[in-house]
């Protein structure tokens, strides 16, 4: 976390330990995510960290962590209520006992993140309570608008700290919330065994109830393509500071995309996709590259 130097050095310490602290929660929980946020400029790089830790944190608690250290199901839901709440209203103060919500309080305030993509990410979170299955594409649109789109906006406006500028900012908005939709799509397919066993959950619509064929499982695969083509056009425009990380990202999501599609439905359930180490390293060294090239054009 970047602090003023003109607050005391004991608060600029324990902001450094914040922003520790959300850093190890995307080391611990993600090691893609991680990876491309290294190569995020500072303080890009800190910023995303603290936007992952909340957002991981909500995750928790609605996806069984909360209700498997004790928490009663009929808890689980004010607890999240709870969560929101802090989250909104963190931003008002400068200091919080949580390191995570001390973080994400310099973020917010940083990169004047709008309550509403707040509101709109909880409300998905709190889908995730009472909703196992999705029936029709427009209902699961709204959950990946409220559980993806939002954070790549979200990102976008971590992006713009410091006075940076985008020409077409309608443009590059779109673009992010197409590339965190396609991100979303990836870790469905990748999670499909884990969502089903564990979470009882089914997040694509099926003709047949519960069972993703390979033929929709195709269609999902073309969605995430045309996602990630907006997305990838939108690459350049954005800061210097953010297109490295940003170019990993999509290469480690295009590469999953492909992982996927050659994969039939029974080998996903079987087994999680993955980006094998020495193909994150190349792709380390494509995205150090063309992320240069477009800083030229």
Not at 101 to 126: G, K
Not at 179 to 192: P, T
Not at 211 to 235: F, G, P, W, Y
Request: with cysteine.
């Amino acid at each position: 976390m970047t602090s003023s130097p003109r607050q005391p050095a004991y608060l600029r310490r324990y902001s450094r330990m914040a922003t520790r602290a959300s850093g190890q929660v995307i080391a611990e929980y993600s090691t893609s995510f991680s990876l491309a946020t290294r190569l995020l400029a500072q303080p890009v790089r800190s910023h995303i960290c603290n936007l992952y830790a909340m957002v991981r944190i909500a995750d928790e608690i609605v996806d069984g962590t909360a209700t498997a250290a004790g928490v009663p199901a009929d808890q689980v839901a004010k607890l999240l209520d709870e969560y929101e709440s802090a989250v909104l209203a963190a931003p008002g103060r400068d200091f919080h006992t949580d390191p995570v919500l001390h973080a994400w309080a310099h973020t917010a305030r940083q990169a004047n993140i709008p309550h509403r993509y707040v509101t709109d990410f909880f409300a998905a979170m709190r889908r995730d309570l009472h909703q196992n299955t999705y029936t029709a594409a427009t209902d699961l649109d709204e959950y990946v608008h409220g559980s993806a789109e939002v954070i790549g906006l979200m990102c976008l406006r971590i992006f713009l700290i410091d006075g940076n500028r985008i020409d077409d900012l309608a443009a590059t908005e779109a673009a992010a919330s197409r590339f965190g939709a396609a991100l979303q799509k990836v870790n469905f397919l990748r999670d499909l065994r884990e969502d089903s066993e564990k979470l009882g959950r089914q997040y694509f619509p099926c003709k047949e109830a519960g069972v993703l064929t390979d033929a929709e499982k195709s269609e999902i695969i073309a969605e995430i393509r045309a996602d990630l083509s907006v997305a990838k056009q939108a690459i350049p425009a954005l800061p210097g500071a953010a297109r490295t990380g940003v170019l990993m990202a999509w290469l480690l999501f295009n590469d999953l995309a492909d992982r996927l599609d050659a994969a039939t439905v029974a080998q996903i359930r079987t087994q999680r996709i993955r980006v094998p180490a020495h193909v994150k390293a190349r792709f380390g060294v494509q995205a150090l590259a063309e992320a240069a090239r477009m800083g030229l054009r």
